[in-house]
């Protein structure tokens, strides 16, 4: 992107898909017709890239300084913030409500944003200019939105959902689904365990129990240098230590 004589790099090979790679690579090497030296005309500017819809996460790391642009003084050139990169695909703010930056500033800061479907970004000369804000962000929280924020921010976001824990039938389908993933034999027994000794003595499951518990028994089966098995002794110490009954 080009803005007042000043380049501001949107494309980042850890977030973006790329879909042209085919493409590039008949550039990079030069590919010919016709037998002369004329090359094809409908090769890409590597300049740009074709890539997938984004998925764009962040955390308890996000700052204000991250949704501004970044100015590469060595080589006079600017990096998009966060916000700019997940344009066209999903921004997803995980754990909102726990960031280094305040809800009511982030919020104060995406309010028009959110509004307009514009944003406001401002280089180090001072000169602001507009970009899109075309993107769908989602604000992903286990906290009670309206503790950390006020009534006008949550009437900008349209839709609330409410996600309770899995039932058991949920639990397992999920925990069977992290299995396939990993390439690890699943075991119902296993989730028989679970809800035995954890689940039906009051605490309740979550979706992402399954994933935390098996790279818990991944990382174990590692260090021991042994197959991956969801034997009931390698679950209960797996257990033990994710539920901190060491």
Known sequence: MLTDSSV???????????TDDAE?????????TGGGDQFIHDLPDVRWRRVRRPVLITGGELTLEMLDLRFH????????????????????IDDFGRQIVSPRDLLNRWILPLEERIDYLTLATGKKFSVPFEQLIIFSTNLD????????????????????PPDREGFTAIFRL??????IAFNPEV????????????KSARS??????????????????????????????????????I
């Open 178 to 183: 992290m299995c396939d993933q990993r390439q």
């Open 73 to 92: 003084r060595e080589g006079n050139y600017y990096t998009a913030p966060l916000h700019i990169k997940a344009n066209g695909g999903v921004f997803l």
């Open 208 to 245: 992402s129990d399954s994933r935390d518990l098996l790279e818990i028994v991944v990382s174990i089966c590692r260090f021991r240098r042994q197959p991956v098995d969801l034997t009931a002794e390698l679950v209960d110490e797996a257990a033990a230590r994710f539920f901190c009954r």
């Open 8 to 18: 501001i790099t949107v494309f980042d090979p850890t977030v973006h898909q790329t």
């Open 145 to 164: 939105p309206r503790e950390r924020v006020d009534e006008a921010f949550l009437r900008r976001i349209r839709h609330k959902i409410r996600i309770d």
């Open 191 to 202: 989730v028989n365990y679970l809800y035995r000794e954890f689940y039906d003595q009051g």
């Open 24 to 32: 590039v690579r008949d550039l990079e090497n030069g590919d010919r």
